[in-house]
């Protein structure tokens, strides 16, 4: 069963059309690229394949609740991102470093449905597999005078596949196809987990504060580099890269993808009647 899993997903990277370009006569986000469609609006935009790599989905259950199937159950989801393939690299070039995965949580314990906007951080980057385990398993158990034993439960994985993130345009998109399990059940419901699915991925500005009851109370502002800083200029929000994901705490907008909306105009202010709440 386990060659069986491994086969399709090494089938499924291979069907990513990855096309190797011209180092000089592309700028770094264009190095690896593919030609496809978001939206109608987009029709003759190339996609620019940023990343791609493996994807698994965990909720955990709230207190006493180790299998949770409703969304009621739910008491937070998470998304573990390990990178196979980025720009700079042919499809063949995995990178042997076993410290590349990064855990993201999803407050509001679901994905976003279509044109919904949901923030999610990261929680944990560059880690193993064994710290990403770590900090998905269960809770010690403790007590309380009036409520006696409170049990955390470990997450448990939902869901697995494969994904990618793009930049089409003036927009960053994260796609996901599941490859595991082979039919969607009340687990994979409570988390809003389909077949396919594809996103708006924008990050937040770390200088720029929202609505303080909107803002997610985080450990630290992530600390970006100066390179990165500097294209945020005066927004609050830009397209998503694969580097930003590697900055604990690092905040992102997820927009399920389906709703007309036109994001990231070039105007210094052209972020605010969209990401207005935000």
Aim: hydrophobic content about 35%; charged content about 25%; aromatic content about 8%.
């Amino acid at each position: 069963m386990a060659c069986e899993v491994k086969k399709e997903y090494e089938d499924l990277m291979c069907n990513i059309d990855f096309q190797e370009a011209d180092e000089q006569s592309l700028d770094s986000d264009s190095q690896i690229s593919h030609t496809k469609t978001h939206s109608d609006n987009e029709r003759n935009s190339v996609t620019n394949i940023l990343e791609a790599g493996e994807i698994s989905f965990f909720s955990r259950g709230r207190l006493g609740i180790d299998n949770p199937i409703e969304a009621e159950d739910v008491a937070r989801a998470y998304l573990v991102l390990r990178p196979s393939v980025q720009v700079g690299q042919s499809l063949k070039g995995l990178i042997a470093s076993d410290n590349v995965s990064r855990l993201l949580v999803l407050p509001k314990k679901r994905l976003p449905a279509k044109g919904e906007r949901f923030i999610t951080f990261v929680f944990k980057a560059n880690a193993s597999e064994d710290q990403i385990k770590k900090d998905l398993s269960p809770s010690p158990d403790y007590e309380t005078k009036n409520a006696g034993i409170h049990h955390v439960p470990a997450a448990g994985q939902v869901g697995n596949g494969i994904y990618t993130i793009a930049s089409t345009g003036n927009k960053s998109h994260l796609t996901y196809t599941m490859t595991l399990p082979r039919e969607r059940g009340h687990a994979q419901r409570a988390i809003g987990l389909q077949d396919h699915g594809t996103f708006i991925l924008a990050t937040k500005s770390p200088m720029c504060q929202g609505r303080s009851q909107l803002q997610l109370q985080l450990r630290s502002e992530p600390h970006f580099p100066n390179e990165i800083l500097k294209d945020f200029r005066a927004l609050r929000w830009i397209p998503s890269r694969p580097a930003h994901l590697d900055y604990i705490d690092a905040q992102f907008l997820l927009i399920g993808e389906g709703a007309n909306h036109e994001l990231f105009h070039a105007k210094q202010d052209s972020d605010r009647e969209y990401f207005s709440d935000f």
